[in-house]
Nanobody, 120 residues
Framework: QVQLVESGGGLVQPGGSLRLSCAAS????????MSWYRQAPGKERELVAI???????NYADSVKGRFTISRDNAKNTLYLQMNSLKPEDTAVYYC??????????????WGQGTQVTVSS
């Protein structure tokens, strides 16, 4: 079955960096678009970044220029490099598989999430 396991979250100071990883299994990783979402306390879940199977990407305006989504199909792993972190980036981050190869397909499987806390 599909499994998505996030790692790499933690506590970081403002201005710092973190790299999240998502180990995927149970499907042909290279054939599907993948994405990262986040949810902060008391806020709605939001799409952070998305990559198609071919590597095309989109980002939320709030993270453009600071976050980079990438994938290693040989390792079945999705990444989110987060730089210049701000307190408002504090949230649980989720790895999400899409239903097809395009960025514009719906999400269908979610990981369990990893906590990112940006605080001094």
């Amino acid at each position: 079955q599909v499994q998505l396991v996030e790692s790499g979250g933690g506590l970081v100071q403002p201005g710092g960096s973190l790299r999240l990883s998502c180990a995927a299994s149970g499907f042909t990783f290279s054939s599907y678009a993948m994405s990262w979402y986040r949810q902060a306390p008391g806020k709605e879940r939001e799409l952070v970044a998305i990559t198609s199977a071919g590597g095309s990407t989109n980002y939320a305006d709030s993270v453009k220029g600071r976050f980079t989504i990438s994938r290693d199909n040989a390792k079945n792993t999705l990444y989110l490099q987060m730089n210049s972190l701000k307190p408002e980036d504090t949230a649980v981050y989720y790895c999400v598989k899409r239903k097809g190869s395009s960025r514009y397909t719906q999400e269908d499987y979610w990981g369990q999430g990893t906590q990112v806390t940006v605080s001094s």
